[in-house]
């Protein structure tokens, strides 16, 4: 064969190519970083010669590398290196583990890290005290799971001046006792009374943290993704834009990335000119910064996603609260029409109803100036969609962006989020089939550190509708949670693979084992298909590859 022999080559598999036809092969042959061959193994036995590598899967499962649609590896990555409390589950064990980590770190002048979760607390707060008994001295500052309240202690309070005079900012809200002083957990924008304070990460904390969760992700078979929140310059998280422009042009980034601009949502369009210079600089190897996030809402286990009728209160009878549009309606509507007319892609967090609402009016209004373009806008969370807004995402090319993990009955859903929804609203949660059935194009995403970003795991709620059976924390799996929206296998595989390769404007390129494509690809303990739905999350990767280099290896394949 010569010349036209492969490099690698897979061989007695169950390759699932996630063509457009669904098909499945049982080998495939890599040549030159792309996909050469893809049939039966006599088909593709004639490409091997002396130097070709050869994988013989003995029936496990060749896919193509998951894509993460949402996802922060860079802050998750610096996460798991501070005072991680993401694989806890006790008030316990995260006061251990915190105090644990402040002996350890004598020097740390704040104490960083976070990932707890809400369902631990009562009404999902965790209280000041229960930190000063551990360290009094240095202030402590620790997000929850999903970033969207903090942690904090006393020690941190006095430094930001937060009293029980301080009023609430426009985009947060302080958790207070009943006499008005701060209690200990500042939801969305009040954390910035901290963050103001603390020192962003240097360079070289965020370059660790980008390795770190680089290498956890390609380890889940997981060959790239759209980072969610990329800044630069001296924000808050520090400038993740030269990190990964570094990695890139160091040849560490073997991922393939779109960065998604943060919109500074206490700023207006004058911010737009910055935007695209941001992007004209940031290109490097496999990343490019192409896309903008704007953040629209918070989140509705403490009342700040933004809904079209006010929240219930504990009684059940409505509250005034209708929560917090980030960006008003109207500078939205314009911001998206000038981006979108400078080509760049929006990455909307649209979490509860009215702002996908927005999102999806914004996103009509571009239309309505721009035109249909090839922008791919996309709504990433959409945990509330009003049943009159799914044909939506079709007619206007908005990409429904699905962090599926969050689609069961456990604690979070059942006790912060049900009763204050109310009929009914509540069943209108992640309504992925519907759109699906409605024509929408559909990508995944794990919002991790949020959520686990295992895609095996996400595929698994995604098709059952029932937490994983290791899920760290307690769920009810004898519900199925709104079962006319669980997905079949094939499209939720689907959705994290070419779906997500679609919102990054790479499906050309890969998400799915064609022939010429670049050879991205995960290789499965098992084929999940010839296993009961219940176990999809017991599968694992075994090995990863970008363009038929290896990024991962199990210690045992
Ligand atoms: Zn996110």
Redesign the pocket.
């Known amino acids: 064969m010569g010349g036209s022999a492969a490099d690698l080559v897979f061989v007695n598999g169950a390759v699932y190519t996630v063509d457009a036809a669904r098909s499945w092969a049982q080998a495939m042959a890599v040549r030159e970083g792309r996909i050469a061959a893809v049939g039966t193994d006599a088909a593709i036995r004639p490409s091997i010669d002396a130097r070709t590598e050869v994988i013989d899967l003995a029936g496990r499962m060749l896919v193509p590398g998951f894509q993460d649609a949402?996802v922060?590896p860079v802050y998750a990555g610096i996460d798991m290196l501070q005072c991680d409390l993401h694989d806890l589950t006790t008030k316990d064990e995260y006061l251990a583990a915190i105090a644990a980590y402040a002996g350890a770190n004598p020097d740390a002048t704040w104490i960083l890290g976070g990932g707890w979760s809400m369902e631990v607390f009562p009404r999902g707060c965790p209280a000041k005290q229960d930190l000063d008994a551990i360290v009094p001295e240095r202030p402590v500052f620790l997000p929850n799971r999903d970033g969207h309240s903090a942690w904090v202690n006393s020690k941190a309070l006095e430094l930001a001046g937060v009293t029980a005079e301080t009023l609430d900012p426009a985009d947060g809200r302080i958790e207070r006792t009943a006499d008005g002083e701060p209690f200990g957990t500042m939801h969305e924008g009040a954390q910035r009374f901290m963050t103001d304070l603390i020192p962003p990460s240097t360079p070289d904390e965020l370059y660790a943290g980008l390795m770190k969760g680089q290498a956890y992700l390609h380890a889940l078979g997981i060959t790239g993704w759209q980072d969610?929140?990329v800044q630069a310059g001296g924000g808050a998280w520090g400038d993740s834009l030269s990190t990964y422009l570094t990695a890139a042009e160091k040849g560490e980034l073997t991922a393939r990335v779109v960065g998604a601009l943060w919109w500074d949502r206490l700023r207006g369009l004058e911010q737009i000119d910055e935007l695209v210079a941001l992007r004209d600089r940031g290109a490097a190897g496999r990343f490019a910064a192409t896309s903008v996030k704007i953040m629209q809402d918070g989140v509705c286990e403490n009342f700040t996603g933004a809904v079209l009728d006010p929240y219930l209160g504990a009684d059940g009878t409505p509250t005034e609260n209708r929560g917090i549009s980030f960006v008003d309606p109207d500078v939205l509507n314009e911001a998206v029409t000038r981006l979108d007319a400078l080509g760049f892609q929006v990455h909307f967090?649209a979490l509860a109803d009215r702002a996908v609402r927005e999102a999806l009016d914004a996103i009509e209004a571009a239309r309505r100036t721009n035109g249909m373009s090839d922008t791919r806008p996309h709504l990433?969370h959409i945990q509330i969609v009003h049943p009159d807004d799914i044909p939506r995402f079709r007619q206007l090319g908005a990409i429904a962006n699905a962090q599926p993990l969050w689609a069961a009955h456990e604690n979070q859903m059942d006790e912060l989020t049900i009763p204050f929804l109310g009929e009914p609203r509540w069943t209108w949660q992640y309504p992925f089939a519907s759109l699906v059935r409605a024509g929408a194009s559909l990508a995944m995403g794990s919002?991790w550190s949020?959520s686990s970003p295992d895609p095996l795991e996400e595929i698994h709620v995604a098709v059952n509708r029932v937490m994983p059976p290791d899920y760290p924390y307690s769920a009810d799996r004898d519900r199925v949670f709104l079962p006319d929206e669980r997905l079949d296998m094939g499209t939720a595989m689907a959705g994290f693979t070419i779906g997500s390769a679609y919102v990054n404007h790479l499906e050309a390129e890969t998400g799915s084992i064609e022939v010429g494509k670049r050879a991205d690809l995960a290789v499965l303990d098992r084929n999940v298909f010839a296993h009961p739905s219940e176990e999809i999350a017991n599968a694992s990767c075994l090995m990863t590859f970008v363009e038929g280099e290896r990024v991962f290896a199990a210690p045992d394949a």
């Open positions: 949402h922060h969610a929140i967090h990433a919002d949020v």
